[in-house]
């Protein structure tokens, strides 16, 4: 009896060592939501980044040292919340991410015994990557990369599908993280979370107002009033074009005054975009490839009634090419030239608050539906693009790749839970929309209609990234060529729809090697070699012969796989040179190689042939004004010739800015003060000129 008192005062006891201990970890929390009682970490001053307790909090069992898993990125300070800069010692991050990546690197440690390292790519990622799978040692465990390069990673077949661990991401707050399948799989991973992923349509509140064919009652009747009444389809959107083309015909925008004002000047690209996805369609989806589709068609056949009655246009850079200047739309817009556009994303804030200084306001809708679609048809929705995305390396084994997956989706999940103050990641999507669509410039605090644009702008963010055909090699084909030839007749082009049946077998021919890669079982090189210029100036006397120059003296050939490829190896093409006449030639020496796997890298630069007999001294031309140096600045690294000669030119004008040294001999940088830098310039055939200047130190 006695032994049983013992046992059962022992228990108590440590009962209440228990209790005493679960009331110091679970105590009162900090009244703004980030103390212990919400479970998340503490102020990472006081946390470090390994284990504050030997045991696993969820099992109680004693745990070793954390397990490193490797993220990768090609802008390092952008994500790295560790990350400082080697001058000013500053982080890489605005605050508040940064207080979300260490709160998220913190709950994956603490939650998986996991320390996320960040690893900044040593070159291309299309070569490091690969490099270190052919290798058989992952230079990364998960590699983020930046959006548009994805469809030459997948080409190289150096991801592992994610099939497998679908599971993982079957959580509503999760899902988002895994991107659409390709080629009947899962490769890919999403990291951003973004309110306006794609161009939306915008519009320009103030200029409608001045159209009374759009007024019922002497109010208007904006784009989100007819789609919060889901009448906003292409027939409303035709006939909402037609009445302010009317009113504005002749009249001229605000800033540059000889310039009309349009309905509707866009990027015809971004625009045919948003009508297939309204349309319930794709060009490249989940499905594979559809540009080819009723849904596509139809929505391309109604950009061209728009266009053919004026009602619709693009600025281009020439009449006999259907390229649109690029983000010129943006521009145009924020200088009053158009009423509607499809806004580019980064330049929508300063728009939004050029409008603003003459008066103006910005509002934002979802592109139309067409007609024979009702309004919560669940097909009609609109484009989203994949940003930076990631993936999974090959080589990394299946224990260590599942738990890879769980660092990212928890580290990814923190980061925007923490970024909304919310309980979910996709919190972020309503805790911060508001101040997001101000950001943008939309005018959401409007006591009119605010608010109905804050709709419109919600059912426009969240949108997962549904569209693919901007990571396919094809994309320009595509978007150029087969759709933009076919709106304005170039290069004798049909209508779209029987230019992309005629054309379609291309657009496969392009991937299909993609399609193969992904097939087998090996990685495959797909990345070009490419050239180095040596930096020795691509200059020659007058009178050379080009087959004699040794032209790797100036440029040499490398490849990611191969390494330095012989020179002998290099095409060398000068037939754009003339070697009896002195000046410089862009683009005269113009060289090709290919590597062992065959693929073939190109490149071209300028060709300067210079007088040998010239004894003229050249020309130094100092800026007006120039900067100063920091005290214990690193005189070795500045650049004189770009930042203190105005112009450097030798006898016959040719430029000699590159030839330019510096004797710093007298220069303290460690002292405030004046000191001189004596400048000298040396010209192709030997002569050299000096300019004295005075710098000053503080």
């Not at 009508?275 to 490249?284: K, P, Q, Y």
């Amino acid at each position: 009896m006695e032994s049983k008192l013992h046992k059962v005062a022992t228990l108590l006891m440590l009962l209440a060592i228990c209790i005493i201990m679960l009331s110091g970890c679970f105590g009162s929390g900090n009244q703004d939501g980030t103390g212990p009682t919400n479970n998340t970490p503490r102020n990472t001053e006081t946390n470090p980044t390994t284990p504050t307790s030997p045991a696993n909090p969820t099992t109680g069992e004693a745990r070793g040292e954390p397990t490193e898993i490797r993220f990768g990125y090609h802008r390092i300070a952008a994500l790295d919340p560790s990350w400082r800069d080697p001058i000013t010692g500053e982080p890489g991050m605005t605050p508040d991410r940064l207080r979300a990546a260490e709160r998220a690197t913190q709950t994956v440690l603490d939650e998986l015994n996991v320390k996320v390292t960040w690893v900044n790519y040593p070159s291309d990622i299309r070569e490091a990557l690969l490099q270190s799978v052919l290798a058989g040692d992952p230079i990364v465990d998960i590699a983020l990369m930046w959006g548009g390069s994805q469809g030459t990673l997948l080409g190289q077949n150096i991801f592992q599908r994610l099939d497998e661990y679908q599971s993982l991401f079957e959580d509503r707050d999760d899902a988002w993280m895994l991107a659409d399948p390709m080629f009947g799989h899962h490769y890919l991973l999403n990291f951003m979370l973004s309110f306006v992923n794609q161009w939306p349509l915008v519009y320009n509140i103030s200029y409608l107002d001045q159209v009374d064919a759009l007024k019922v009652d002497g109010k208007t009747v904006y784009p989100h009033d007819l789609w919060r009444r889901g009448e906003w389809t292409w027939s409303a959107f035709e006939d909402y074009l037609e009445k302010v083309n009317e009113y504005f015909a002749n009249k001229m925008s605000t800033v540059r005054t000889d310039v009309p004002i349009k309905a509707f000047q866009t990027d015809y690209r971004f625009t045919a975009l948003q009508a297939i996805h309204s349309n319930g369609g794709a060009v490249f989806g989940a499905n594979g490839l559809t540009a080819d589709a009723p849904e596509a068609k139809e929505a391309v056949a109604f950009l061209d009634r728009l266009m053919s009655k004026g009602l619709m246009m693009s600025v281009r850079y020439s009449d006999d090419t259907s390229v649109p200047v690029w983000t010129g739309n943006g521009t145009d817009f924020a200088n009053g030239e158009t009423v509607f556009t499809n806004m580019v994303r980064w330049l929508s804030s300063s728009a939004g608050n050029t409008l603003a200084t003459r008066g103006e306001s910005m509002g934002v809708v979802p592109f139309p539906r067409p007609d024979h679609m009702a309004a919560d048809d669940p097909r009609y929705e609109q484009v989203a693009e994949p940003l930076d995305q990631a993936g999974l390396l090959k080589g990394v084994p299946k224990e260590r790749a599942e738990l890879a997956l769980q660092a990212y989706k928890l580290y990814w999940s923190t980061f925007y839970k923490t970024l909304a103050n919310g309980e979910k990641a996709l919190d972020y999507f309503t805790n911060l929309a508001k101040s997001e669509a101000i950001n943008n410039g939309f005018d959401v605090t409007n006591e009119d209609y605010g608010d109905l644009i804050m709709e419109a702008f919600m059912a426009i963010a969240s949108t997962k990234p549904n569209e693919q055909q901007s990571i396919m090699p094809w994309t320009n084909l595509w978007s150029d060529t087969i759709l933009g030839d076919s709106l304005y007749g170039l290069n004798g082009r049909p209508k779209y729809d029987a230019a992309i049946d005629s054309m379609k077998n291309q657009l496969i021919d392009s991937m299909s090697a993609i399609q193969t890669a992904l097939s087998s079982d090996a990685p495959r090189d797909n990345y070009p070699p490419s050239f180095v210029t040596t930096g020795v100036p691509i200059a020659v006397p007058a009178g050379s012969d080009p087959s004699k120059i040794a032209w790797d003296q100036f440029v040499t050939a490398r490849d990611g796989i191969d390494g330095d490829i012989p020179f002998a190896n290099v095409t060398v093409d000068t037939s754009k040179v003339d070697f009896h006449t002195v000046g410089r030639y862009n683009g005269g020496l113009e060289l090709s190689v290919k590597d062992a796997a065959g693929n073939e890298g190109k490149g071209s630069y300028a060709v300067i042939v210079y007088d040998p007999n010239n004894t003229t001294p050249p020309t130094i031309v100092i800026k007006e004004s120039f900067r100063s140096i920091k005290v214990d600045e690193d005189a070795s690294a500045i650049n004189w010739a770009a930042d203190f000669v105005e112009s450097a030119v030798d006898r016959d004008g040719l430029d000699i800015k590159s030839n330019i040294t510096a004797d710093i001999g007298f220069l303290d940088v460690t002292t405030k003060g004046e000191y001189e830098v004596v400048l000298t310039a040396a010209d192709f055939a030997g002569n050299t000129a000096d300019v004295t200047i005075i710098v000053t130190v503080e």
